[in-house]
């Protein structure tokens, strides 16, 4: 198996070298990074983008006002850094200034200016272009230009994280190249294959199904960056991609995840790893819509009581010990390891497999015919779970969560689907339950928002659950300045979560990064791990053969 990866490997990468011409790179900027991915971007204009892959590679292309520093602090504006904009004031408690570095320029060669800022508010807002991240800038209550370099936002109200706000969910668009293109047609746009950035890299190729290749803008306005050319080798999973790495054929993977991946890197020289912060964590979602039709509620999970049942079953830590070992903790609700918010006394529903089967019955759900899956009035208590081929994790949960709901009565059928139809649809409500893991922002105010409230549905919020008094919660949470009310507003929020049962919160990672060791001055930041790219560096004295092609 091993011999053929490395075969189809090797003519993926004599296939990227065709039109290149060998002449043996030797001056300071050198060098090829080859990620493994394992998933497909979905789109790379940014307001539309859903997966971390399609975030990672348009990241590249496409900058922010200013980005978060690595302390990951989100309050106030002390720990950002400049980049598209030199500079910015506060005018006044409600209304701040951007300048735009007039340095900035477009890939095709067009100055950046604050008209694009403009532009680019009113996209990610417009409900035609479905932006995921249209709830998480709700208290900016406009956008406005003063000059060419200045843009002014003003906000509806003072909380915490109105800065983080502005700056940390809106990629800036080219509104020369976008503003014509209705706005109903940008999630198939042809832009969003083929972008037109401002960032460090620039877009060169990318063959569906294979590989996604990106070449440095040697003048870039914040420097030129040191690694010339970034390429995304598509992966059918997990398991070939660490074979990839180990075997010389890729540079780099984000997440091992497993302990026997961490285990096999750790044992090949040329590597290194990196532990870091986790920034996702998995859940099992139940439609609360009818499948297929969200004008109906959903025949078993609109129930409460059915999907709480179904979380008392759940083992869920001996389900994580099973699939991570000691690299993941259960979460004590829709969150990752990276949030603040993390409270292991936060109340949930218990494991037990009695008060569910208890639960059900009451609900009418008995097995009546002996055949060992619960029934009433004809109809069996079953339902079809939704997960990704691209992902051994999720796979392997499926199955253990099968065996889980066995006992209890509850005939599970898997729908193992490639990742862009199970990315296709989630979006549409097409399933019953679905194994989902989300890669989360560093705060939970625009984390919840995007995922578990009423403003979600439509966009993040798959599952469409909608409860007010949650709501009320995330709100409260995220606009008070005193730490210790909001931290009590999002237990009492996550506990209202947790008994409504939307889901079952499996698992939240702790990272491991693999890079290859010829790779310096690699700094990785948990909530975007490769944000900081375009400062690495290849050693000279540890370039490989792939390093020296010049482009």
Not at 38 to 60: T, W
Not at 459 to 487: H, I, K, M, W
């Amino acid at each position: 198996m091993r011999q053929r990866l490395g075969a189809a490997a090797l003519i993926g990468l004599l296939a990227l070298a065709a039109c290149e011409r060998k002449g043996g790179c030797t001056g300071e900027y050198c060098g090829t990074l080859v990620f493994a991915s394992v998933g497909e971007p979905d789109a790379l204009l940014p307001p539309i983008v859903q997966s971390s892959s399609g975030r990672d590679v348009s990241d590249q292309m496409f900058l922010k006002l200013a980005d978060l520093g690595m302390l990951t602090n989100t309050i106030g504006d002390e720990d950002f850094t400049p980049l598209l904009s030199d500079r910015w004031e506060w005018e006044g408690p409600l209304t701040l200034a951007f300048h735009i570095d007039p340095r900035a320029r477009w890939h095709d060669g067009r100055h950046v200016t604050a008209a694009d800022v403009v532009f680019t508010y009113d996209a990610y807002v417009d409900p035609r272009v479905g932006s995921p991240y249209r709830t998480s800038l709700r208290w900016i209550s406009a956008v406005t230009l003063r000059d060419s370099l200045t843009a002014v936002f003003r906000f509806r109200r003072r909380y915490p994280e109105m800065f983080y706000d502005a700056v940390y969910h809106m990629r800036i668009l080219p509104g020369h190249l976008l503003r014509n293109l209705p706005r109903d047609q940008w999630q198939t746009a042809a832009f969003g294959r083929a972008p037109i950035g401002d960032g460090p890299y620039r877009f060169a190729a990318w063959k569906a199904g294979e590989r996604l290749e990106l070449v440095a803008d040697s003048t870039f306005f914040l420097g030129r960056p040191a690694i010339p050319r970034l390429i995304w080798r598509f992966t059918p999973d997990l398991q070939v991609a660490v074979t990839q790495l180990v075997a010389g054929e890729a540079d780099a993977i984000e997440v091992l995840v497993s302990p026997d991946n961490i285990e096999r890197v750790r044992a090949a020289p040329h590597l290194a790893t990196y532990p870091y912060k986790g920034a996702a964590y998995g859940y099992l979602g139940f439609n609360l819509a009818a499948n297929g039709d969200s004008t109906k509620p959903h025949p078993l999970f609109a129930d409460r009581d059915v999907r709480r049942a179904l979380a008392m079953a759940t083992d869920r830590a001996r389900l994580l010990k099973s699939m991570f070992g000691e690299n993941a903790k259960v979460p004590p609700g829709p969150m990752s390891q990276l949030w603040w918010i993390w409270d292991p006394e936060i109340r949930e529903l218990p494991y037990d497999t009695s008060q569910a089967g208890r639960l059900l019955t009451s609900r009418g759900w008995i097995d009546s015919d002996g055949d060992g899956v619960r029934d009433r009035d004809g109809a069996r208590l079953a339902f079809r779970l939704l997960v990704p081929t691209s992902s051994n994790v999720r796979r392997g949960y499926a199955r253990l969560l099968q065996e889980e709901f066995r006992r209890i009565g509850v005939d599970v059928q898997i729908d193992e689907v490639e990742f862009s139809v199970f990315t296709q649809r989630a979006q549409a409500g097409q399933f019953d339950a679905l194994l989902q893991t989300w890669n989360t922002d560093p705060t939970p105010s625009s984390g919840i928002n995007q995922t578990w409230t009423r403003g979600g549905i439509g966009q993040s919020n798959f599952l469409r659950y909608a409860s007010a008094p949650f709501d009320q919660l995330v709100e409260q949470a995220g606009t008070t300045f005193d730490r210790t009310a909001a931290r009590s507003h999002w237990r009492a929020a996550m506990e209202l979560i947790n008994q409504d049962a939307p889901a079952v919160f499996l698992f939240a990672v702790r990272n491991v990064a693999a890079i290859h060791r010829r790779v310096d001055n690699v700094t990785i930041r948990p909530d975007s791990w490769w944000a900081l790219v375009r400062t690495w560096r290849i050693r000279p004295d540890r370039r490989i053969d792939r390093d020296r092609v010049e482009h």
